[in-house]
T-cell receptor
Framework: GNSVTQMEGPVTLSEEAFLTINCTYTATGYPSLFWYVQYPGEGLQLLLKATKADDKGSNKGFEATYRKETTSFHLEKGSVQVSDSAVYFCALVYYGNNRLAFGKGNQVVVIP | GAVVSQHPSRVICKSGTSVKIECRSLDFQATTMFWYRQFPKQSLMLMATSNEGSKATYEQGVEKDKFLINHASLTLSTLTVTSAHPEDSSFYIC?????????????FGPGTRLTVT
């Protein structure tokens, strides 16, 4: 079945550091891929998406590239801010199936 | 555009009572809405898919008689937790699917924190 795997554990880093959160997926066919962000006590917000291989999604300084050959969609940001502290979820949806499959999420803590 | 609201944002109820949570798409019509449950520091667990005008489709292990879902209009879906118990305490999040024919994006509500005492 379709599934998403995110790297284990929270991520703690200093302001202006480079952020990478790994995401790999297993799916039949060609899913659409998403990164969602959840701030404390809130629902999920779509951060960026990519719908086909080699697409790059970008928003608010974050980027992720749909890599079919490595079945990955790693999230990156060149210089994080304290306001980027949140939980980040990688997700996919497969055509013909409405369901979003989520990774476990990564808590990102940015310290001043 | 594509805003989804939930009401209430927080609710505390006594064990044995029922609680209704509303999910509304504010600026678009959503034929399909989803209900998720999120435990602390965990990912979202899909509970059910709600289709306007028809019965909801529940995921395996979710009690349909306990979690009643009604999608009576294209902008409103409700989740009723019946005879709530402390183990039902959780963060409930709804989402609505983008109505476009080729889009599978979902827009999420802000969530409802349910505490059962």
């Amino acid at each position: 079945g379709n599934s998403v795997t995110q790297m284990e554990g929270p991520v703690t880093l200093s302001e202006e550091a480079f952020l990478t959160i790994n995401c790999t997926y297993t799916a039949t066919g060609y899913p659409s891929l998403f990164w969602y962000v959840q701030y404390p006590g809130e629902g999920l917000q779509l951060l960026l998406k990519a719908t086909k291989a080699d697409d790059k999604g970008s928003n608010k300084g974050f980027e992720a590239t749909y890599r079919k050959e490595t079945t990955s969609f790693h999230l990156e940001k060149g210089s994080v801010q304290v306001s980027d502290s949140a939980v980040y979820f990688c997700a996919l949806v497969y055509y013909g199936n409405n369901r979003l499959a989520f990774g476990k999420g990564n808590q990102v803590v940015v310290i001043p | 555009g594509a805003v989804v609201s939930q009401h209430p944002s927080r609710v505390i109820c006594k064990s044995g009572t029922s609680v209704k949570i509303e999910c509304r798409s504010l600026d678009f019509q959503a034929t399909t809405m989803f209900w998720y449950r999120q435990f602390p520091k965990q990912s979202l667990m899909l509970m059910a898919t709600s289709n306007e005008g028809s019965k909801a489709t529940y995921e395996q292990g979710v009690e349909k008689d306990k979690f009643l879902i009604n999608h009576a209009s294209l902008t409103l879906s409700t989740l009723t937790v019946t005879s709530a118990h402390p183990e039902d305490s959780s963060f409930y999040i709804c989402s609505a699917r983008d109505p476009g024919p080729t889009s599978y994006e979902q827009y999420f509500g802000p969530g409802t924190r349910l505490t059962v005492t």
